[in-house]
């Protein structure tokens, strides 16, 4: 096993079991087992373009956001991908576990055997499982994110004040997901009580439009969908 990049995940998962860590412009040791990549989003090209061809199916990405259709442009949409439900606030500090971890993948299972030497739930799930799940995460992100700008309001306070919105973007972002993605197993009604709870659990947490490529300039790059443009653009981030 190795691990790319010495971050705040990186160094968390090599503390549990050793592995070796991959630092920016260091090569990447040949050999067998998961390379469980640990860089931000807009570090992947370089990191993918430095893994030899023959290794690239070893990659397990561990990335939040949209990264589906990316994958999809490399081949690389059979690779194990992960969504880590724990929290590392600084380089060396004790994860801290949301307890709903899950990964998919031909890595799925050493993975989870990994996290769980280090205390860490995680869950090895089908793809399609996991794109429910993925998609979840990614439109609180990209719903709460916008509705916080456009109010001014922490997501708390968006879902107090202002639940016909959510529900409005959120069954307009899942659309234009599902048809994006060839399918999303989620429903409309569920998903928006979940995200709701989600929100009013960390009440005080102000999202913001972040991350643009891989979070609402995706959904953007598939559709420009009536409200989600709207609302982007009366903030001049469109
Ligand atoms: N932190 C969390 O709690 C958390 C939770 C869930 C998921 N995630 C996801 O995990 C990913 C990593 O997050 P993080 O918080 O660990 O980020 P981070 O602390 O910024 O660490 C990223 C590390 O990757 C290194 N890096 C960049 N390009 C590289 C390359 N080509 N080769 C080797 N190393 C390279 C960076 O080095 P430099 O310092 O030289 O740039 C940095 O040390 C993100 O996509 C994030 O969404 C994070």
């Known amino acids: 096993m190795v691990i790319i990049g010495a971050g705040r995940i990186g160094t968390a998962l090599s503390a549990i079991n050793g592995a070796a860590l991959v630092r920016r412009g ?17 570090d ?9 061809g023959h290794r690239r199916g070893d990659l397990v990405f561990v990335q939040n956001g949209m990264l589906s ?3 999809a442009s490399r081949g690389l949409s059979e690779s194990t991908q992960a969504l880590l439900y724990f929290a590392v606030s600084s380089v060396g500090a004790q994860p801290v576990d949301g307890g709903r971890s899950v990964v998919t993948g031909p890595h799925a299972a050493v993975l989870c055997e990994l996290l769980a030497a280090g205390g860490l739930a995680c869950r090895a799930v089908s793809r399609s499982a996991f794109r429910g799940e993925m998609v979840e995460k990614f439109l609180w992100n990209c719903v709460f994110g916008l509705l916080c700008q456009r109010h001014d309001a922490a997501v708390g306070a968006v879902v107090s004040a202002h639940h016909d919105e959510v529900t409005a973007l ?13 399918g999303v197993p989620l429903s409309i009604a569920p998903l928006v009580q979940r995200l709701c709870d989600y929100s009013s659990s960390i009440a005080d947490y102000r999202g913001a439009v972040k991350e643009w490529p891989w979070r609402n300039g995706w959904l953007i790059e598939q559709e420009r969908s009536p409200l989600h443009t709207e609302w982007l653009a009366a903030l001049s981030l469109l």
């Open 26 to 42: 260091e090569r990447i040791p040949d050999g067998a087992g998961p390379i469980i990549v640990c860089t931000r989003n807009n």
């Open 44 to 52: 992947l090209a370089g990191v993918v373009q430095a893994t030899p």
């Open 69 to 71: 259709t990316w994958l």
């Open 170 to 182: 959120t069954a307009e972002l899942l659309g234009v997901c599902d048809r994006a993605l060839g």
